[in-house]
């Protein structure tokens, strides 16, 4: 029980597909995702994927905390085993991302604006809606972890892509 040690980009185990969950109510997956909202929330961090802690199954932590739900809703730390993810429609948004296994680094990538996702907890309870924002913007990073894609992967403009503290810099 406590913090997980976070593999950083390099580590093989992000780039796997994850395997689905066998029993979402085992004690070692509710221990697990314990864990890992811990550690998410120590970080601090937003979502955190099983592979990012070598755990190479199908479920993630996230939430939208008052900062990020820009007037929508604020979602306390949740998780999603074996979720499906697909886009509403075909607009796209460009969305300002960071992961925790590549600490100290920003890119801005492009989004579905718009997506229906559904999963289950780990009391086996169904959980599907509809999401946008930044809502929409965490569910689709963390399930590319699950797929083995950081957010790199998608980047389409090198620059904007680099250190924080560079970012901070050209803001300030
Ligand atoms: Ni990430």
Redesign the pocket.
């Known amino acids: 029980m406590g913090l997980l040690k976070i593999a950083k980009m390099g580590h093989p185990v992000l780039f796997q597909r994850a395997e689905p969950v066998a029993d979402p109510g085992a004690l070692e997956i509710r221990r697990l995702v314990a864990d890992m909202i811990e550690t998410m929330e120590d970080a601090p961090g937003v979502?955190l994927?099983a592979p990012?802690v070598h755990v190479s199954l199908r479920l993630f932590v996230f939430r939208v905390p008052p900062a990020r739900a820009a007037g929508g809703e604020v979602i306390p730390p949740t998780v999603l085993i074996n979720p499906e993810v697909e886009p509403i429609g075909d607009e796209v948004m460009l969305c300002t991302e960071g992961?925790?296994?590549?600490p100290g680094m920003r890119g801005v990538v492009p989004r579905a604006a718009r997506i229906r996702y559904r999963g289950v907890d780990c009391d086996g309870r169904e959980i599907q809606t509809e999401a946008t924002g930044f809502h929409a913007n965490v569910i689709q990073?963390?399930y590319d972890?699950l797929n083995g894609v950081?957010?790199p992967m998608r980047l389409v403009d090198f620059t904007s892509f680099g250190y924080v503290e560079e970012f901070a810099k050209l803001a300030g």
Do not use: P
């Open positions: 979502g994927a990012q992961c925790l296994s590549i990073h963390e972890h950081l957010y």
